[in-house]
C-alpha cells in the first residue's frame, strides 16, 4: 500500500514585473484551524515544494514584506496527490506614507580633546548680559569679582567667543575688533 502522502509545488513572482520572489517564507496551514503545517522557503527563481504532506485540505500563505499575503486553499487526495499550483503573483502594497519632520538640538556642553564648547543660546538667564555674566552660569567655571576666569580652580583659562581666534594686537578692518 503506497503512503498517502502528496506535494505541494509552484513559484512566487511579483504580479507587476514578474520578477521571481526569492527567500520569501511559505506556510502551510490546516484549512480547519490555521495550525501550522509546514513551511518553505522560495528559491532564487521564485520557486518553492512542500512535500510529505497528508492529505486533506490546506490554506497557502505567502507572507513577503511589501506584498499582500497571497492566500490559496488547496486539497490533498488521492486523485490529486500532487499540486502543482503554477505561478502564484503578488502585488506589492504602497502605503503613503504622512510627512516627517526631523528636529534637532545641540548639547548645551560637547567638547574634544583640546576644548569644551558650551552652547550658551538655551541659557534664558543669560539674556542681554555680558560674556562674564554668561561664564557665571556655566558649569565648573568661576569669574572672580575682578572678571578673572578659572576653570576647576585653575586659572590661565582663555575664552574664544563664537570660535574667534586671540588678538593679536591688529585690528581687523572689517569687524573693528583685534586680530
Known sequence: MKAQTGAVRGTLLDAVTGQPLPYANMVLLRAQDSSFVAGA???ETG?????QLAWGSYSLRAPVVGYRTGRRISRLSAAAPTLALGTLRLRATTVQ????????????????????VID?????????????????????VSVDQNGAVSLRGSSGVTVFIDDARPATGQRHPERGGHY
Open 41 to 43: 522557503q522560495t528559491s
Open 47 to 51: 520557486a518553492f515544494a512542500l512535500e
Open 97 to 116: 506614507l504622512q510627512d516627517v519632520v526631523a528636529t534637532a538640538e545641540r548639547p548645551v556642553l560637547s567638547g574634544n580633546l583640546d576644548k569644551k
Open 120 to 140: 550658551v543660546s538655551k541659557y534664558l538667564t543669560v539674556t542681554g548680559g555680558t560674556a562674564l555674566d554668561v561664564l557665571q552660569n556655566v558649569p565648573s
